[in-house]
């Protein structure tokens, strides 16, 4: 069965960090291009990240850039993004997904940013 | 970021026929086409169809995908109470250099 599993996610006060995890099984990341997508309560999805297969190029949003960095272990078959400086407006469900490749989707995991 | 544009809301009587659409540009949907996604409350999103138009394994033949140039549309035929739930499309954007959504669209079954 495949899977993406998230970890990480959690209560932190503004300014603060969190690093999230996803780790695969049952498929390889390898060849893939890996993308953390998040959705504020009761809102659309929106693209935070992307990382190409071999961690070479890295994406992001505008509203992240500098805080947040995606990184990659292909030995290790798992993707991070580390967040710094948080934001109210950074809480919100973290997937970790495949958007385009293979579609593969995670259960997500919870950022509340907040004192 | 700018996204993609979807209608908010569309509803449909059950075994009725619902077409969503997504509008982009000749730099994201235009581009490399669109992805679909389904996502019902309290749920991760699900891929109904990559941006060939393919059907993943598993996702019934009601859920067809198309595009023509910019605008990429997702047709449900014979509209069950399950298919109630959120849709989104997506797309690489070429000249952005990253993903863009649009806004969703919630299908009410009647």
């Known amino acids: 069965e495949v899977q993406l599993v998230e970890s990480g996610g959690g209560l932190v006060q503004p300014g603060g960090s969190l690093r999230l995890s996803c780790a695969a099984s049952g498929f390889t990341l390898s060849p893939y291009w890996m993308d953390w997508v998040r959705q504020a309560p009761g809102k659309g999805l929106e693209w935070v990240a992307t990382?190409?297969?071999?961690?070479?190029?890295?994406?992001?949003v505008d509203s992240v850039k500098g805080r947040f960095t995606i990184s990659r272990d292909n030995a290790k078959n798992s993707v991070s993004l580390q967040m710094n400086s948080l934001r109210a407006e950074d809480t919100a469900i973290y997937y970790c997904a495949n958007i385009f490749g293979a579609g593969y989707w995670g259960q997500g995991t919870l950022v509340t940013v907040s004192s | 970021q700018a996204g993609l544009t979807q209608p908010p809301s569309v509803s449909k009587d059950l075994r009725q026929t619902a077409t969503l659409t997504c509008t982009g540009n000749s730099n994201n949907v235009g581009y490399q086409g669109a992805v679909w996604l389904q996502q019902h409350q309290g749920h991760p999103p699900k891929v109904l169809s990559d941006?060939?138009?393919n059907r993943p394994a598993g996702i019934s033949e009601r859920f067809a995908a198309s595009r023509s140039g910019s605008t990429a549309s997702l047709t449900i035929s014979g509209i069950q109470p399950e298919d109630e739930a959120d849709y989104y499309c997506?797309?690489?954007?070429?000249?952005?250099?990253?993903?863009?959504f649009g806004g969703g669209t919630k299908l009410a079954v009647l």
């Open positions: 997506s797309a690489w954007d070429s000249i952005l250099r990253g993903v863009v």
């Open positions: 990382i190409k297969e071999d961690g070479s190029d890295k994406f992001y």
């Open positions: 941006r060939n138009n």
